[in-house]
């Protein structure tokens, strides 16, 4: 099968032999997922722009510095904390302008969809970021499923929110549930995928199980965790962090060196990790898939639409 937008991130071109040796170990205990692919990789050495160098962060990088506020404001809250959350059964409703609504199982949403793996930048709008090798399913899959109806322009994304599992909700720093936003066509761009896994294995509390969405050329924010309800609206919808603070955190959210946050240039970013990548990058323009994703904004003006 063709992957697209995984070409230009292969373990073959990317893995530098320090730490190819290091990925072996960690995932000598994970199947046949990535071990083909890695055996191939032989002795590679980094080449190109490092800032291109898609080299995935560890799995105890991922999964212990995370933001999912519903457990925490620390970066080890949710590593922590998350563990209390119930992610079985799951469900997410789906309702709005669509052909289908209803309330989906986990399982029924997965039976309908092919589980590929797509290793993508995280940046997040505080300026540290991370490579991640997500397992998921493109979102445009699921909202073909249910019939997009003529009218839909915006999706709405919620994430769970259960007081007794999530200890963050007693602290009214957003206005729960955490809320999320996509114009139509963002939503179904296929680099907009759900994500189910990390390294092959399924994905980890912290990281938004057991299912999230992630946009990698926005600032992290936008890719939602933990989903419980999906709606096609006509009208642009209310956002957390745009709601918390609209000059900082925009709806649009496009990674974009000339738009500083108010408090802090985003000119730079710094890679999570050890060694040659913890220096800082140089930010860039929509974290790096401009090829895939300007023209979904031609005309536009990315500093007032920030
Ligand atoms: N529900 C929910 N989703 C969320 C967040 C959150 O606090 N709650 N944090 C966001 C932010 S700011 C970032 S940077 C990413 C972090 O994802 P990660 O922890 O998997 O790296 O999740 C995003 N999704
Ligand atoms: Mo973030």
Wanted: proline share 7%; net charge negative.
């Amino acid at each position: 099968m063709a992957r697209r937008y995984t070409s230009k991130l292969t373990w073959d071109d990317v893995t530098p032999e320090h730490l190819y040796l290091n990925r072996r170990q960690i995932m000598a205990g994970m199947g046949g997922v990535l071990g083909a692919g890695l055996l191939g990789a032989g002795a590679a050495q980094a080449q190109g722009d490092p800032r291109l160098a898609l080299i995935p962060n560890e799995w105890d990088e991922i999964t212990g510095y995370n933001n999912f506020y519903e457990f925490g404001t620390g970066k080890d809250d949710p590593a922590r904390n998350a563990h209390m959350m119930t992610t079985e059964p799951w469900s997410i409703e789906i309702d709005g302008l669509v052909d289908n609504p209803g309330t989906y199982s986990l399982e029924d949403i997965l039976s309908e969809v092919e589980i590929e793996e797509r290793i993508y930048r995280l940046r997040c709008v505080e300026r540290w970021s991370m490579v991640v090798p997500w397992n998921g399913f493109e979102l445009a899959d699921l909202l073909n499923r249910v019939g997009v109806q003529e009218g839909a322009r915006y999706v709405a994304f919620e994430t769970l929110a259960r007081p007794e599992e999530m200890p963050g909700l007693r602290v009214p720093v957003i206005d729960w549930p955490y809320r999320e936003g996509l114009r139509l066509d963002e939503a179904m761009h296929p680099l907009t995928i759900m994500a189910t896994g990390i390294y092959g294995r399924d994905i980890p509390n912290q990281n938004g199980a057991p299912i999230r969405l992630v946009v990698p050329w926005k600032y992290g924010y936008k890719s939602i965790k933990s989903i419980v309800r999906i709606s096609l609206v006509e009208e642009q919808p209310v956002t957390a962090w745009n709601t918390y603070a609209p000059n900082e955190y925009g709806f649009y959210s496009n990674v974009n060196p000339e738009r500083d946050h108010p408090r802090w240039s985003q000119a730079e970013e710094r890679r999570i990790g050890g060694g040659l990548f913890s220096r800082n990058f140089p930010t860039l323009m929509f974290n790096g898939y401009e090829e895939e994703v300007a023209s979904l904004y031609e005309g536009m003006d990315l500093i007032e639409f920030h």
